[in-house]
């Protein structure tokens, strides 16, 4: 079988054992069926993933051009708490800012290879906890914008990791922890502006990721330096493919890639 198309980000699906989609314009593939076949991956190009042209990607699936100019890369996206849209205040584009950073937003402890704190729209629960290959999280508040999950996140953050190791993440090197602690301990650092938000309750999120092998030595693939790569793939945890000689491949740093699959 073969395929081609840009990459994007894989869509998840939370079953029993997550699933994992990759749209490759005219297949949509479950990548999960893939497990334990040999997959060669060869770099063709590269869409800029907002304009579609062929200029070298530059960060986050962007051309340089776009991703200075489009407003799916302000700031804000990176650091919530800059978001403005609750002043009526524009970045890039209002209309567009008002309706992704008012919306209601969800901060969080996760844990994937140690206890971090993270922001994500309500509407990516638990999506934005899959992509990070979280295998457990919890919320903390729930506020009606993106600055107060913002300034939440800044506020937490001096007192737990905001950021996952991914090393650790892909060889499942995980702390055992309760999360339900570390949030009661987090509780009394909460701004006030966000501490009616608090979500008073027990339950968290486990996730199950569809890997057969974990790696002991990760090594990341770079298609542009490797423009070429075969191996068997033994696992799909976070937006990464895990493969059997523990070469791993982050789909989401690589969006905008024009890649060819051949399975």
Known sequence: MNYQGVLKKMLTENAKEIQYYLDMNTDFINMNQLLNKEITINFISYECLNCHSEKQIYRQGFCKSCFFDTPNAGDWIMRPELSKAHLGIEDRDLAYEKAVQLKPHIVYLANSSNVKVGVTRKTQVPTRWIDQGAHEAIEIVEV??????????????????????????????VDDVSLLEWREKLKEFIPEEAKEYFIDTNSKTNLYFPVIKYPEKPKSLNLQKTPSYKGKLVGIKGQYL?????????????EGLVVHLEV
């Not at 996140?153 to 499942?172: G, I, P, S, Y």
């Open 144 to 173: 009606p914008n993106r600055y107060l999950a913002g300034i939440t996140e800044v506020a937490l953050k001096n007192h737990v990791a905001d950021k996952t190791n991914w090393r650790k993440m892909l060889k499942n090197d």
């Open 242 to 254: 895990i493969f059997e000689d523990e070469t791993v491949f982050n789909v989401r740093s690589n």
